[in-house]
């Protein structure tokens, strides 16, 4: 059996639709469903069971899990980055985190857990994934330190050598409609195009950068669930992974391709950057894949303008789940 934690969310239930397509099925799947739509991104996925992450915990400290478990995936997580109530963030990121890597290093389950690029803050300290340099991380708001806090007591533990942390960089793709303000700015691109024929960019407030050419590195979801899986076929394979595309592409160029895909000339507007998020904004993400290539990662990932095309043709113009990938 395969365990997905978060596997109602957007990279959680892409990974078990990328493991339905491998015909896998025996996967039990651990979320919190609440009052949100995210439970639409399991209607066309095949699983065994579903169980409320708070009854998955009690379930494994009162050791009541059956059956052999292959492995963990462990992406549940409370995840906004504009999260101000710090001890949720720690309950929930840190200590639940703690205690699953635990039981799984304990009974020789393979663990994959979420870790982030909000780890690397401004990108001052680079963007390298060398678990050996990662207590010079400065992240620059609690969500990305309550996944520090977890790679850092990992570390510590000397559990990098057994289990595996994934740092998604900005990923995208069908299944992430139930993320609010949290949703990638290539949906609400498109809702804008729809709504209004423009899009609103944020205006640059350092020279080095004009308007909408600071970057990102975009990850199409279905590049980022095989990554991903790539660990579960090799568990010798331990430590933290950037989980990105290693090339840097500017906000204009992923409107540019929004616009593209629905058959329209850009209209972007550059707009004021709230007073809030001014001081916190990152201008520049690019993941470095080195270490990913050289643990034997050698498929090419999507480009941006066919990933969005087909992330706007065949899911979002058809509102449109993932079944398999």
Known sequence: MIIVTGG???IGSALIAALNKRSITDILVVDQLDNDKKWKNLVNLSFADYVEKDDFLEMVVENKLCGPIEAVLHLGASTSTTETNASHLIKNNYEYTKLLAQWTTDANIRFIYASSAATYGDGSAGFSDDEK??????????????KQLFDLWARRAGLLEKIVGLKYFNAFGPNEYHKADMRSFC???????????????????????????QKRDFIYIKDAADMTLFFLDNPQTSGLFNIGTGNARTWNDLAKAVF??????????????????????????????????????????????????????????????????
């Open 8 to 10: 109602a969310g957007f």
């Open 133 to 146: 340099n990662i207590d010079k991380l400065r992240p620059m708001n609690m969500y990305g330190y309550s």
């Open 187 to 213: 949906l609400k691109a498109f809702e804008q195009i729809k709504t209004a024929g423009k899009v609103r960019l944020f205006k640059s407030y350092k020279p080095e950068f004009k308007n909408g050419q």
């Open 260 to 325: 593209a895909a629905m058959g329209k000339k850009p209209n972007i507007e550059y707009i004021e950057m709230p007073d809030s998020i001014r001081n916190q904004y990152q201008y520049f993400t690019q993941a470095e894949m080195t270490k990913l290539r050289k643990a034997g990662y050698d498929k090419k990932t999507t480009s941006l303008e066919d990933a969005i095309k087909n992330y706007i043709q065949n899911y979002l113009q058809k509102d449109g789940y993932l079944t398999d990938i």
